[in-house]
Every structure is written in structure tokens, then in C-alpha cells.
């Protein structure tokens, strides 16, 4: 079992008293403050005629299998759903087992165990013993968008629960497995394909084979449901976030708008400046600082931190995202707590994410409950920032890849 091997690893059995408090702590405050606190002060609740509604994004899965149970089209319209929403993944979700005889489980039961193992799973990263470390569990859970992910339970928790275990196990077979039903279900786990190669099997070739026959297989998959997409592609006005829920490249210009639209084109090429020299920047520093001169791409939290930075540059710049899925700068996190006493930098980091969900904390409620965005676009621009800075560090990282990527291949083959 993964959590067996993990808990052998890092905490020897010393410390489960400890963990399972403050998991227990943490599950029973999540339950006290969903019903009020959550919906007051942090994130607001999904409600229809007054009645609020838990795990929406995950019930709008099962009314759409019960919908095509019922012979509808879920893609044109979805009368089961209590927001009428029509189904907006790939249909290989609509071939989840469902029995209608339990629905309290797939409504109810389900999504309490699947937060329960996210918790764990987040909680399995820290040592809590140290107290910058203490502080970010907190702030990585009881944060707008960890709460908004489990309050819904959109597929990203999903997601990231798989990309954990994938970059646990490192077995192509595993990789087979569950990244072509996630790209088929949401298209941007495609950007996870590198971990094909970065599993325990060192051939070149057959990593290759296994990249191939995961391309072959979502090819023919995409052919003959082609159809579908093509619907899901119609119905891209439901995609999106508002401003402000958003998390994205294009969050600073949601809110600013100017008229004439010339200041706007000013505004995106300064934002773009910006990013573009913080990703120039962070390159070049870690670059000649040689941070990364013993990064080998071996161990779990590496290969997390590749794979799931990518993951994570990949939806911000191109896709309008709900802030729930910023969970993947969790990705970063066990990295740069493995390397949190021996450089400057990456303890600069974890400071730094401190104070930026702090800020999401009070700018989120002034935004949100208020009205008032100037905490916001402070949030945004910082926000832009960070990952464009994280970007430049990941590009760091895909360019040793590539270079050793490169010298297998030459010497497998030649």
C-alpha cells in the first residue's frame, strides 16, 4: 500500500498519534465550518431557491450518467442536474458504475471519503514539527481554493490525487492506466506525458512505446467520440471563471477594463513584460547559482515537482481557471521543504507562499462577500509573478531533462 511505504519513510511510526489528532482536528473543523463559516467568510455556497448544495461539480457527474441512463443527450442538455448544467467533460466519465439504489453514497459518502484521503495525503507531505511548516499545512488547507476543491469536489482533487500516486509509483503500466482516461476526461493532463519518462525503467525505448501506445489509444478514443467533443467544444461559455474566483494570466485583466481599449492593449503588454522577465530572471538565477546541479530526477518529490509545475504553468497561461486549481502549487511544496535548510532560495519560497494565502485569505472576503478588488489585483499581480518566476525554474528543470533525455538515447542507440 502507498501509505504504508509512505508512512515507513517519514515517520516511522513515531508520530502517528500525531497525525491522526491532526487529521481528526482538521476534518472535524472543516465540518463545523461548511455549513456557516465557509459560506460567510470564505467561499460562497452553490444554492438554487435558498437550498444549499454540497459536492456540485461531482453531482453534476452522476445527474449526467442518470440522464444518459435516460437516453438524453447530457451534451446538449441536462434536465437531471439541479443547475442545469449540461455535462462539460469527456463522456468516458459517463461510464462510472452507478447504482441507483445508492445515491447517498455517490452524493454523500463518496465525496467525504474522497476529502478525507486529500487531507491525509496533504498531511503526509509535512514533518509538523517545524513551525513555518506547521503554518503552511494550515494555510494549504484552510484556504479559499483547498476549501472550494473539496466543497465541490471537482475532478481536479482527482487529478491530483492520481498525479501523486503516479509520481509515487514511476511504472509506465500505472501511467498507461490512469493518464489516458484523465486526458480523455479533461484534456490538460496531456502535459503530464513526460512521466513515461521518468519511471524506474531506464530504456529509452520502451518509455517511447508506452508514449505511443498512450497516443494511439486516446487517438482512437477521441475518433470515434468525436462527436461528443465536438459538443463540449460548443458549450465553452459555461467554461471560464468569474474575476473573482479566477486563476489565470488573464485574472488582472478581468477586473481592469479601460475604455478606449488602446490603455488595454498597453495593460497586456506591460502584464506580458512582466511575465516574461520574471521567467527570464528566475532561469537565468538558478541557472548560475547551480541550484539544480544535484537534480536527478530519481526521487519523488523531483519528479512531483516536474511534473506537477508543469501541470500547473500549463492551466495558468492557457486556461480560464476556477482558483481551485492552484492545489498543483501543493506540487512544488515537498520539494522545497527537502531543500528548506540547504539554500536561501527555496526558504524564501515557503515564506513566501505563507504571506500569499494569507493575502488570498483577506482578499478573497473583501473581493468575494464585498465587492472590493484592490486586495485582489494586488493577489493577481502577484500571482502572475510567482508562476511566471515558477515557470522559469520549470523550464530550468525540462532543459537538464531534455540534455539527459538526449544522452540516453544517443548512447542506447549508438
Not at 509512505?6 to 498519534?17: Q, S
Amino acid at each position: 500500500m502507498i501509505i504504508n511505504r509512505f508512512l515507513k519513510k517519514k515517520i516511522n511510526y513515531k508520530n502517528i498519534f500525531l497525525y491522526s489528532s491532526a487529521l481528526f482536528l482538521t476534518i472535524l473543523i472543516i465540518y463545523l465550518i461548511f455549513p456557516t463559516i465557509l459560506y460567510s467568510y470564505i467561499t460562497p455556497a452553490v444554492e438554487n431557491s435558498e437550498k444549499y448544495f454540497l459536492f456540485v461539480d461531482w453531482s453534476a457527474i452522476i445527474d449526467s450518467i442518470k440522464c444518459k441512463k435516460l437516453g438524453v443527450d447530457v451534451f446538449v442538455t441536462n434536465p437531471c442536474d439541479v443547475l442545469n448544467r449540461t455535462h462539460l467533460y469527456g463522456s468516458i466519465l459517463l461510464f462510472i458504475p452507478f447504482f441507483e439504489n445508492h445515491d447517498y453514497f455517490y452524493y454523500q459518502n463518496f465525496p467525504i471519503f474522497i476529502n478525507i484521503i486529500f487531507i491525509l495525503v496533504l498531511m503526509l507531505h509535512f514533518n509538523l514539527r517545524k513551525f513555518p511548516e506547521i503554518i503552511l499545512f494550515i494555510l494549504t488547507i484552510f484556504n479559499p481554493s483547498t476549501l472550494m476543491l473539496m466543497e465541490r469536489l471537482n475532478i481536479d482533487i482527482f487529478i491530483f490525487l492520481f498525479l501523486i500516486l503516479l509520481c509515487f509509483y514511476r511504472s509506465n503500466i500505472l501511467n498507461l492506466f490512469l493518464l489516458a482516461p484523465l486526458t480523455l476526461a479533461k484534456f490538460y493532463p496531456l502535459s503530464l506525458v513526460t512521466l513515461f519518462f521518468l519511471t524506474k525503467e531506464k530504456k529509452i525505448t520502451k518509455n517511447a512505446l508506452f508514449v505511443l501506445l498512450f497516443v494511439v489509444l486516446v487517438s482512437i478514443y477521441v475518433y470515434f467520440d468525436r462527436l461528443n467533443f465536438i459538443k463540449i467544444f460548443l458549450s465553452l461559455s459555461q467554461f471560464g471563471a468569474a474575476p473573482n474566483f479566477a486563476f489565470n494570466a488573464n485574472a488582472f485583466k478581468k477586473i481592469i477594463v479601460f475604455s478606449p481599449n488602446f490603455y488595454n492593449h498597453l495593460l497586456s503588454i506591460f502584464l506580458v513584460c512582466v511575465s516574461l522577465f520574471f521567467i527570464a530572471y528566475t532561469a537565468i538565477k538558478f541557472y548560475k547559482n547551480k541550484v539544480l546541479k544535484d537534480f536527478n530526477f530519481s526521487t519523488y518529490e523531483e519528479i512531483l515537482l516536474m511534473s506537477g509545475g508543469a501541470l500547473l504553468i500549463f492551466t495558468y497561461f492557457l486556461i480560464s481557471n476556477v482558483y481551485y486549481r492552484e492545489i498543483y502549487i501543493f506540487c512544488l511544496v515537498p520539494y522545497l521543504l527537502k531543500k528548506y535548510d540547504k539554500n536561501y532560495l527555496f526558504k524564501f519560497v515557503i515564506y513566501f507562499l505563507i504571506f500569499r494565502y494569507l493575502l488570498f485569505l483577506v482578499s478573497n472576503y473583501y473581493a468575494v462577500f464585498h465587492n472590493q478588488s484592490l486586495l485582489l489585483l494586488a493577489r493577481y499581480f502577484i500571482d502572475l509573478c510567482f508562476i511566471s518566476a515558477v515557470s522559469g525554474f520549470i523550464i530550468n528543470i525540462y532543459i537538464i531533462f531534455l540534455r539527459k533525455l538526449f544522452l540516453q538515447v544517443r548512447k542506447q542507440l549508438f
